[in-house]
C-alpha cells in the first residue's frame, strides 16, 4: 500500500505531475490498491485488457 503521498508513480497511471497536484489523495490510494488487488488476483492489466475489448 501507498506508503506517502510523495512515492505515488504518477507515470506508472499515465498521470502529469500537474494533474497529481490538484487529484484527490484518497484517489491515489485508491489507484493504489485497485492495482495491488490487481495483482494479487493473480492478474495483469494486459489480461484485463483483452477481455474487455
Not at 10 to 23: R, Y
Not at 43 to 51: E, F, G, M, N, W
Amino acid at each position: 500500500m501507498l506508503k506517502s503521498l510523495s512515492t505515488f508513480d504518477a507515470s506508472f497511471f499515465g498521470m502529469l505531475p500537474e494533474q497529481v497536484n490538484k487529484t484527490d489523495p484518497q484517489l491515489r490510494i485508491l489507484l493504489e490498491v485497485a492495482y495491488e488487488a490487481i495483482v494479487d488476483a493473480g492478474k495483469t492489466l494486459y489480461t484485463l485488457i483483452i477481455h474487455v475489448v
